[in-house]
């Protein structure tokens, strides 16, 4: 399951919008024209200026939205309100009927849900992401691709319990190239040893530098507490050639746990591909408590996925 | 303020040297018993892990020194009080707050990657898993560490390839330069 922004999950949110029935169609397209320069629509270019209503056999037309610092304007108000959309132009007044209010939709829908719930209210444009719907269906992913993400969350929950067996937290990491299907770096949580920073992705990612010749940690010097893989070097490969990608750009991220704050923009900074984890925490900074992957303002962005198929951890979910 | 400034001066230092090396200029200091104990400065580039930033380098240093004088780490971590250049991004709020400093002090905001309210407020949030939350005094010697920034940013990051390369970075600066 995706783990989206809240603009492709939350409900429909809806403002009061003044609306008037056209008596005379003739004058459809004028309006239309004209009120574009007198009562542009400013953040709502989602809305369609004209509702068609057939069993009633009239057109509705949607004006400007109701000023919510005093109430429901008085009816002289609304008429020179009236009088002065039409200003200047060559549209009968009575063309429009007394308005009246309805809601409509505040945002241009971001799903197929939200369109059909938001033209419920009033018609909108909308302009599907053939990506964002595949992911909310539910087949983004064919159904080896999601045995394979079984497989890797499979492998970061034993490397979790490895890390339990040595009186570590519970979490594990795989980093994978998704290209080659091939791991960089297998870790655990070890932030019950010396360093309280070393946490399983903060371990993973130190792994993944190593693998390209760098890392900021002698992770080594506690193999006697801990099993770690940095998998390029230890069979002598890449560490010698010093390359990979620009830090873990195109990598995958497998855990058995969803990541708190501090290993959430660790991620960010290292540029990781994708995100993906089996369990809920309720400070976690990839769905729970912040959603980093999606922060607006931040410089990188990535795709976050929940694992909801059969349970795949023994820890429990933190909520 | 007057001790808050004389400590930033020397955490400046340590800024001045990252850029030397070709790394985002951030330095910062610890600071335990009015006494310095650990320094550090952004090593991203020269340790290929984007995690490497100046605060989490001073932390390790922290514990060398614990270690050295055989103090319990966790003591020494809830007394210290941090002087960092810049705001401490979203990682390294959360690890300051994982490791229970009480206070940090740091210079000109960081609008791009900032924990301390900018882009999220790690610093205060209610995060009871994460760690006790920490006070922060900001705005001490902005300007020189803004100066230090647009100084990197003129000249790019050579690391960074080439499509990943932000052309916007100075003007960014400049918005944050009016800001403060």
Same mark, same amino acid.
């Given at each position: 399951?995706?783990?989206?922004?809240?603009?492709?999950?939350?409900?429909?949110?809806?403002?009061?919008?003044?609306?008037?029935?056209?008596?005379?169609?003739?004058?459809?397209?004028?309006?239309?024209?004209?009120?574009?320069?007198?009562?542009?629509?400013?953040?709502?270019?989602?809305?369609?200026?004209?509702?068609?209503?057939? &069993?009633?056999?009239?057109?509705?037309?949607?004006?400007?939205?109701?000023?919510?610092?005093?109430?429901?304007?008085?009816?002289?108000?609304?008429?020179?309100?009236?009088?002065?959309?039409?200003?200047?132009?060559?549209?009968?007044?009575?063309?429009?009927?007394?308005?009246?209010?309805?809601?409509?939709?505040?945002?241009?829908?971001?799903?197929?849900?939200?369109?059909?719930?938001?033209?419920?209210?009033?018609?909108?444009?909308?302009?599907?992401?053939?990506?964002?719907?595949?992911?909310?269906?539910?087949?983004?992913?064919?159904?080896?691709?999601?045995?394979?993400?079984?497989?890797?969350?499979?492998?970061?929950?034993?490397?979790?319990?490895?890390?339990?067996?040595?009186?570590?937290? =519970?979490?594990?990491?795989?980093?994978?190239?998704?290209?080659?299907?091939?791991?960089?770096?297998?870790?655990?949580?070890?932030?019950?040893?010396?360093?309280?920073?070393?946490?399983?992705?903060?371990?993973?990612?130190?792994?993944?530098?190593?693998?390209?010749?760098?890392?900021?940690?002698?992770?080594?010097?506690?193999?006697?507490?801990?099993?770690?893989?940095?998998?390029?070097?230890?069979?002598?490969?890449?560490?010698?050639?010093? &390359?990979?990608?620009?830090?873990?750009?195109?990598?995958?991220?497998?855990?058995?746990?969803?990541?708190?704050?501090?290993?959430?923009?660790? %991620?960010?900074?290292?540029?990781?591909?994708?995100?993906?984890?089996?369990?809920?925490?309720?400070?976690?900074?990839?769905?729970?408590? +912040?959603?980093?992957?999606?922060?607006?303002?931040?410089? =990188?962005?990535?795709?976050?996925?929940?694992?909801?198929? /059969?349970?795949?951890?023994?820890?429990?979910?933190? =909520? | 303020?007057?001790?808050?400034?004389?400590?930033?001066?020397?955490?400046?230092?340590?800024?001045?040297?990252? %850029?030397?090396?070709?790394?985002?200029?951030?330095?910062?200091?610890?600071?335990? /018993?009015?006494?310095?104990?650990?320094?550090?400065?952004?090593?991203?580039?020269?340790?290929?892990?984007?995690?490497?930033?100046?605060?989490?380098?001073?932390?390790?240093?922290?514990?060398?020194?614990?270690?050295? #004088?055989?103090?319990?780490?966790?003591?020494?971590? #809830?007394?210290?009080?941090? +002087?960092?250049?810049?705001?401490?991004?979203?990682?390294?709020?959360?690890? %300051?707050?994982?490791?229970?400093?009480?206070?940090?002090?740091?210079?000109?905001?960081?609008?791009?990657?900032?924990?301390?309210?900018?882009?999220?407020?790690?610093?205060?949030?209610?995060?009871?898993?994460?760690?006790?939350?920490?006070?922060?005094?900001?705005?001490?010697?902005?300007? /020189?560490?803004?100066?230090?920034?647009?100084?990197?940013?003129?000249?790019?990051?050579?690391?960074?390839?080439?499509?990943?390369?932000?052309?916007?970075?100075?003007?960014? %600066?400049?918005?944050?330069?009016?800001?403060?």
């Amino acid at each position: 399951m995706p783990v989206l922004a809240d603009i492709y999950t939350q409900p429909v949110q809806l403002a009061d919008f003044y609306v008037s029935n056209i008596t005379d169609r003739k004058f459809t397209a004028a309006l239309v024209k004209h009120l574009n320069i007198t009562a542009p629509l400013g953040s709502f270019q989602h809305l369609k200026r004209v509702r068609g209503d057939k &069993s009633k056999g009239h057109r509705d037309f949607v004006m400007i939205p109701r000023d919510h610092d005093d109430s429901v304007r008085e009816s002289e108000q609304i008429n020179i309100m009236m009088t002065s959309l039409l200003k200047s132009s060559d549209i009968p007044s009575t063309t429009l009927s007394k308005p009246y209010l309805v809601k409509v939709p505040i945002c241009c829908p971001a799903t197929r849900a939200q369109y059909e719930e938001s033209s419920f209210y009033w018609p909108v444009t909308f302009h599907e992401d053939k990506r964002i719907a595949q992911m909310l269906s539910g087949t983004f992913f064919s159904k080896e691709e999601i045995q394979r993400i079984k497989n890797y969350l499979l492998e970061a929950e034993s490397l979790g319990k490895k890390a339990a067996e040595k009186g570590q937290k =519970h979490y594990g990491i795989v980093v994978v190239d998704p290209d080659t299907n091939t791991i960089i770096a297998k870790g655990h949580d070890m932030c019950r040893g010396s360093n309280p920073l070393h946490h399983a992705v903060m371990v993973g990612l130190d792994l993944v530098a190593r693998s390209q010749g760098g890392g900021m940690w002698c992770l080594e010097e506690k193999s006697n507490v801990c099993e770690l893989t940095s998998c390029e070097s230890s069979n002598g490969q890449m560490a010698s050639e010093k &390359s990979g990608p620009y830090l873990c750009t195109g990598y995958d991220i497998f855990l058995n746990m969803e990541p708190c704050p501090m290993c959430s923009m660790a %991620l960010v900074h290292s540029r990781v591909n994708r995100v993906f984890y089996s369990t809920p925490h309720v400070d976690g900074g990839l769905g729970s408590k +912040y959603k980093v992957h999606m922060q607006a303002g931040l410089n =990188h962005h990535f795709d976050v996925f929940r694992w909801t198929g /059969e349970v795949l951890s023994d820890i429990r979910a933190h =909520h | 303020m007057e001790e808050h400034i004389n400590w930033m001066s020397k955490a400046m230092v340590y800024a001045e040297e990252a %850029l030397e090396r070709g790394e985002v200029p951030v330095g910062c200091i610890f600071v335990y /018993e009015d006494q310095e104990i650990a320094t550090g400065g952004n090593r991203v580039n020269e340790t290929k892990n984007a995690t490497c930033h100046a605060e989490i380098v001073a932390i390790e240093k922290v514990r060398e020194w614990c270690s050295l #004088r055989k103090k319990d780490q966790q003591d020494v971590f #809830r007394a210290l009080t941090l +002087y960092v250049t810049v705001e401490p991004c979203v990682m390294c709020a959360g690890a %300051l707050r994982q490791i229970g400093v009480p206070l940090v002090v740091y210079g000109c905001s960081n609008e791009r990657f900032g924990g301390c309210g900018s882009v999220l407020n790690i610093a205060a949030d209610q995060l009871s898993s994460l760690g006790p939350s920490f006070d922060v005094i900001k705005g001490v010697l902005a300007e /020189e560490a803004v100066q230090l920034l647009k100084q990197f940013y003129k000249g790019e990051n050579p690391n960074v390839p080439e499509d990943k390369r932000k052309p916007k970075q100075i003007s960014i %600066l400049n918005k944050q330069e009016t800001r403060l």
